[in-house]
């Protein structure tokens, strides 16, 4: 339809995809295994976008300069403070996990961006960002964010049994993977329970927060889920497979997605990467954490992958290993193959 698309069916490969995360505490080594992990899979550019706390900054710039440059010529990143623009800064500060609330107030900071793919720290990515990012070209007219929900099945889902405020749906959204265009959340008035005629999205935060603030659990997912609950036109929702969590294999397996295509975004929640409560996860983790840059993806990733899984197998997520590797077995293939196409393109050898 006329006027529907913001972005061009087929982005150019010279644009930016722009990536946000906010890091505080001890996140530090998780952030950058997200990272590493965006920039090991896509082939087109990356704007980062960290938002992390004083003490953080001068680790962050050290240690993205000792990636190779065949590694760091693929991504550009600018490092911001904590910063809130309406409210009380230490509350937003305090709620639910240290500065996660900081996303809420994206669209107000990075006044230049169009669109954004915001991710928690505890992510990885087991394919390229652009085939996330090309969801956004699926927004309809009404649509300015996106993401998967908590849950599958209403009778074992948070939202659905406890939560005592409105949220998105039958089971809320999860918005630890949230696509986002800023453009869109700056010029739309949202609907709300504060007043009755709309408020801009900067506007509506800390009333919202003010209102519900004694009833809200998992704090700035919930105030999303609340906005969404009052305007789900807003919302596009994604499959799981793009935000896949233990909680889609610890009480059997229940994201469909992921048992067809294989996981394609990781979610670590829960902090299943330190512990051994969830191994699967955890192999994840650490052979991405541990692979060596310039070394071969099948060698020194997935074989040590593979072997890793096999000590699994007891385990509830275990149990569907495939659903784990199965996509990223898909890109490595894909990064392989266009890397040999390079090489012989290089060498005339056809």
Not at 64 to 88: A, C, D, H, M, R
Not at 175 to 192: A, C, D, E, P, Y
Not at 291 to 303: A, G, R, V, W
Not at 314 to 335: A, D, N, S, W, Y
């Amino acid at each position: 339809k006329p006027g529907e698309q913001k972005h061009p069916k087929e982005p150019s490969s010279l644009q930016c995809m722009h990536l946000a995360v906010v890091a505080c505490g001890d996140r530090l080594e998780e952030t950058l295994i997200m990272l590493k992990s965006a920039v090991l899979f896509s082939n087109r550019r990356l704007c980062f976008h960290i938002f992390a706390e004083d003490s953080l900054k001068p680790e962050f710039q050290k240690k993205l300069k000792e990636w190779p440059s065949s590694y760091t010529k693929k991504f550009e990143s600018n490092i911001y403070p904590i910063t809130f623009s309406v409210g009380n800064a230490q509350e937003w500060k305090k709620l639910f996990k240290p500065c996660a609330a900081q996303r809420l107030f994206l669209p107000v900071i990075l006044k230049d961006v169009d669109s954004l793919l915001y991710v928690d720290t505890d992510v990885l990515f087991l394919r390229p960002i652009e085939d996330i990012w090309h969801l956004l070209t699926e927004f309809n007219s009404t649509q300015l964010a996106a993401m998967a929900p908590e849950h599958e099945i209403p009778k074992i889902g948070w939202y659905s049994r406890f939560a005592r405020h409105p949220y998105y749906g039958t089971t809320g959204v999860n918005s630890g993977v949230m696509l986002m265009n800023l453009t869109r959340i700056r010029s739309t008035q949202f609907k709300n329970s504060v007043i009755p005629a709309g408020l801009t999205w900067e506007e509506m935060l800390y009333p919202l927060y003010r209102k519900y603030k004694n009833y809200i659990t998992w704090g700035d997912q919930d105030l999303l889920n609340i906005i969404f609950y009052f305007n789900p036109e807003c919302l596009y929702v994604f499959p799981c497979q793009w935000n896949y969590r233990p909680d889609h294999c610890m009480y059997g397996s229940n994201c469909k997605g992921a048992e067809e295509d294989g996981v394609s975004i990781l979610h670590g929640n829960r902090g299943v990467y330190h512990d051994d409560k969830q191994p699967t996860f955890k192999a994840l983790y650490e052979v991405i954490r541990d692979f060596p840059f310039e070394d071969n993806l099948f060698q020194s990733l997935y074989y040590p992958l593979q072997s890793k899984f096999l000590d699994t197998v007891h385990t509830l997520c275990g149990r569907i290993p495939q659903v784990f590797l199965k996509q990223i077995e898909k890109t490595m293939k894909k990064v392989y193959e266009s890397r040999v196409i390079v090489y012989l393109g290089a060498n005339h050898r056809y």
